[in-house]
């Protein structure tokens, strides 16, 4: 079974406006992973948070994790035309830090 | 240099063909990653390779076989290949476990669209 999935599956603000993409997961983690994806390209990691840490910033990015409710939030502030791409939450689980397991992803389109 | 590189960018190949796909990165990377990744899908983990050597093998079919010269480079051969089996390729790498860095993000290739006919 998939190890994170994302909610909402799609996404349609306008610029300016903020989104927010929910991630769950299933098992015990030592970190959880945010990625990017424009089409048809490659991925781009965003943010990495820990089990120890509870809410991280990187520019308008804000993730928050929380371990008791096995969920984390992505938070892009301000969003450009530029943000639409499809996100990703990964979970590498305790057992192997290798063993990295995608969520289904959330695609959000930002219209200008 | 923070980069990954996959060639061919494309690939069209017959059932009976057989090619390779190529991915390289000289970020010190000890760990690099086979993921297909089907349209409106996530990536699906297929190999790992750790210090050269393979630690995970996701049941991925035998018609595909990993290879890792050193630890720069990362080849995946293709052989008697399926329709089914196109989809986009991407290559990744990372610092292994047991680094010590705690810092385990991936770095991704732009991926080779492959297309199987």
């Known amino acids: 079974s998939q190890q994170g999935e994302e909610d909402p599956q799609a996404l349609s603000i306008q610029e300016g406006e903020n989104a927010t993409m929910n991630c769950s997961y299933k098992?015990?983690?030592?970190?959880l992973q945010w990625y990017r994806q424009n089409s048809g390209r490659g991925l781009v990691h965003l943010i990495l948070?820990?089990?120890?840490?509870r809410e991280k910033h990187s520019g308008r990015l804000r993730v928050t994790l929380d371990t008791s409710k096995k969920s984390s939030s992505l938070l892009i502030t301000a969003s450009r035309a530029a943000d639409t791409a499809s996100y990703f939450c990964a979970t590498p689980p305790k057992t192997s830090y290798d063993k990295v397991i995608f969520g289904p992803g959330t695609s959000l389109s930002v219209i200008p | 240099d923070t980069e990954v590189t996959q060639t061919p960018k494309h690939l069209v190949m017959g059932m009976t063909n057989k090619k390779s796909l190529k991915c390289e990165q000289h970020m010190g990377h000890r760990a690099m990653y086979w993921y297909k990744q089907k349209a409106k899908k996530p990536p699906e983990l297929m190999f790992v390779?750790?210090?050269?050597?393979?630690?995970i093998n996701e049941s991925v079919p035998s018609r595909f076989s990993p290879e890792c010269p050193n630890s720069s480079l990362l080849n995946l051969h293709l052989h008697a290949l399926q329709p089914e089996d196109s989809a986009l390729y991407l290559c990744?790498?990372?610092?292994?476990?047991?680094?010590?860095?705690?810092?385990?993000?991936?770095?991704f290739g732009p991926g080779t669209r492959l297309t199987v006919t």
């Open positions: 390779y750790s210090y050269e050597k393979l630690s």
């Open positions: 098992t015990s983690i030592n970190n």
């Open positions: 948070i820990r089990s120890n840490e």
């Open positions: 990744a790498s990372s610092l292994p476990e047991g680094t010590g860095t705690l810092s385990y993000e991936q770095y």
